[in-house]
């Protein structure tokens, strides 16, 4: 599956931007799907995360109540809505997927990066002060 990430950019402190990720190639899932990013000189750290069913969610410590992960797996896309953005938001963002088996798997979610076989190329989101 290929994964391409859209909807990065500049924005000023406070503002808002949603990053979509769209799925093609092989058969859209089931697949986990998570949001990484990766800021300069910083190890690479799992934002949010979603299952297959969107039953579990996960939000790191410094996104909740500001970021939001959904998914339609009818259109093979994953969003990832962003606001009250700061500073520290800056990095490039990447989508990832886990291919899971159903129905055992289909409200996990992934939490570490090694178990996301697939990666999209990322997206520059950078937050000004």
């Known amino acids: 599956v290929q994964l391409v990430e859209s909807g990065g950019g500049l924005v000023q402190a406070g503002g808002s931007l949603t990053l979509s990720c769209a799925a093609s190639g092989r058969a859209y899932g089931p697949y986990a799907m998570g949001w990484f990013r990766q800021a300069p000189g910083q190890e690479r750290e799992l934002v949010v995360a979603?299952?297959?069913?969107?039953?579990?969610?996960y939000y790191g410590d410094s996104v909740k109540g500001r970021f939001t992960i959904s998914r339609d797996n009818a259109k093979n896309t994953v969003y990832l809505q962003m606001n009250s953005l700061k500073p520290e938001d800056t990095a490039v963002y990447y989508c990832?997927?886990?291919?899971?088996?159903?129905?055992?798997?289909?409200?996990?979610?992934?939490?570490?990066?090694?178990?996301?076989?697939?990666w999209g190329q990322g997206t520059q989101v950078t937050v000004s002060s």
């Open positions: 990832a997927a886990h291919r899971i088996n159903l129905p055992d798997r289909a409200n996990a979610v992934v939490f570490e990066s090694d178990e996301y076989e697939y």
């Open positions: 979603i299952s297959w069913s969107t039953a579990n969610t």
